[in-house]
């Protein structure tokens, strides 16, 4: 079985300042994916990162960066410098490698205020 | 169409009612999954097609719930006798070949049960 958690409901912060989303995870697979979506007002999700379990390397992409660390089973995404664009609610997902099903946490809500 | 398009945006249906949810994938994709996202939670598997082969449909919450994709592109979901618990977001999503990758999602169906 899979459990995503995202313990923040809802964050919010100003222009600007750097914000970060916590995510644990549980699962009995030794292999998996770990997933961040973005789910704008207009309520498509849209893809942000895929990461495999056994490459624990942190990535940047522009102002995103992700921190996994398997020890501690999280995968958190942290937005620098934030933007008002970037409100929306975000997810974290899990699937196993030989699975299609993805398992969603609850979702964070980010609000960036001018 | 560039997107998932999902239709129609939103539907209100009278308790007992039968709807039918539609799904137009990325012309190409192979995978095409329905989810229901609930107010405020994260999105929960329905089921999953693979071209016009319905290999996963355990998430369906009863059997009120049916899903097709005849010629294995656009798909249906159809929910009869709708009862209030069935208000949701319904989420299609596609992708080009199958598990782990990143999926395209629609912009969703709101069902309102009343």
């Known amino acids: 079985a899979q459990k995503v958690t995202q313990a923040q409901t809802e964050i919010s912060v100003v222009e600007k300042e750097d914000v970060t989303l916590d995510c644990v995870y549980e699962?009995?697979?030794?292999?998996?994916?770990l997933f961040w979506y973005k789910q704008p007002p207009s309520g498509e999700l849209v893809f942000l990162i895929r990461?495999?379990?056994?490459?624990?390397q942190n990535e940047i992409s522009g102002r995103y960066s992700w921190n996994f660390q398997k020890s501690t089973s999280s995968f958190n995404f942290t937005i620098t410098a934030s933007q008002v664009v970037d409100s929306a609610v975000y997810f974290c997902?899990?699937?196993?490698?030989?699975?299609?099903?993805?398992?969603f946490g609850a979702g964070t809500t980010v609000t960036v205020r001018a | 169409g560039a997107g998932v398009s999902q239709s129609p945006r939103y539907k209100v249906a009278k308790r007992g009612q039968d709807v039918a949810l539609r799904c137009d994938p990325i012309?190409?994709?192979?995978?095409l999954f329905w989810y229901q996202q609930a107010l405020g939670q994260g999105p929960e598997f329905l089921t999953y097609?693979?071209?016009?082969?319905?290999?996963?449909k355990s998430g369906l919450p009863s059997d009120r719930f049916f899903a097709e994709r005849p010629e294995g592109s656009v798909s249906t979901l159809k929910i009869q006798r709708t009862q209030q618990e069935d208000s949701a977001v319904y989420l299609c999503?596609?992708?080009?070949?199958?598990?782990?990758?990143?999926?395209?999602f629609g912009s969703g169906t709101q069902l309102s049960v009343l």
């Open positions: 999503a596609s992708s080009h070949t199958g598990g782990g990758e990143k999926l395209f």
């Open positions: 699962t009995r697979d030794t292999t998996y994916y």
């Open positions: 990461r495999n379990s056994f490459d624990e």
């Open positions: 997902a899990l699937s196993p490698v030989d699975d299609y099903k993805l398992s």
């Open positions: 012309s190409g994709h192979v995978s």
């Open positions: 097609f693979q071209n016009e082969a319905q290999l996963d």
